[in-house]
C-alpha cells in the first residue's frame, strides 16, 4: 500500500472572513485564499446588500471578478458601473477605485505586482 493521502478541506464563506474596516467601507468583508512566493494575492471579497468597499488605491494591480450576485464598480470619477456575475474589472496599481451591492456580491480578488490579463 503507497503512502496515505489525507483529504483537507476549507471553507471559504462570508463567516469565515474578517471585516474590512478601512476606506469608510460597510458591510464588506475580506477572505484570504493564498499568497504565493512571488508577491501574489488571492482572496475573496464578500459585500453584503447596501455595502460598499470605500474609494482607495490599489496598493498592486488588481483583478477584481464577481463570482456571485451584483454590483457596481467606480473610479474617482465617481460614475459607477454595473457588474454581475461573471464580469471582471482589473485596476492598475495606483488606481483609486470603490466598489458596492445594492444586493449582494462575491468577488474573487487577485492582487500580484506583475499581473497580465490576455487581450
Given amino acids: 500500500m503507497k503512502g496515505v493521502v489525507y483529504i483537507q478541506i476549507f471553507h471559504f464563506n462570508?463567516?469565515?472572513a474578517n471585516a474590512i474596516h478601512h476606506y469608510n467601507s460597510l458591510n464588506?468583508?475580506?477572505s484570504k485564499i493564498m499568497k504565493?512566493?512571488?508577491p501574489t494575492i488571492i482572496g475573496f471579497v464578500y459585500i453584503e446588500a447596501g455595502g460598499v468597499v470605500g474609494l482607495?488605491?490599489?496598493p498592486v494591480p488588481q483583478l477584481f471578478i464577481?463570482?456571485?450576485g451584483q454590483g457596481w464598480?467606480?473610479?474617482d470619477n465617481r460614475k459607477k458601473h454595473f457588474v454581475k456575475q461573471g464580469d471582471g474589472v482589473?485596476?492598475?496599481k495606483g488606481q483609486a477605485h470603490e466598489s458596492g451591492s445594492d444586493k449582494g456580491l462575491t468577488a474573487l480578488v487577485i492582487q500580484a505586482t506583475q499581473l497580465d490579463l490576455p487581450e
Avoid: L, P
Fill in 66 to 68: 464577481v463570482i456571485e
Fill in 73 to 75: 464598480v467606480c473610479d
Fill in 36 to 38: 504565493t512566493v512571488e
Fill in 90 to 92: 482589473f485596476w492598475q
Fill in 56 to 58: 482607495h488605491e490599489a
Fill in 14 to 16: 462570508k463567516h469565515s
Fill in 28 to 30: 464588506a468583508f475580506y
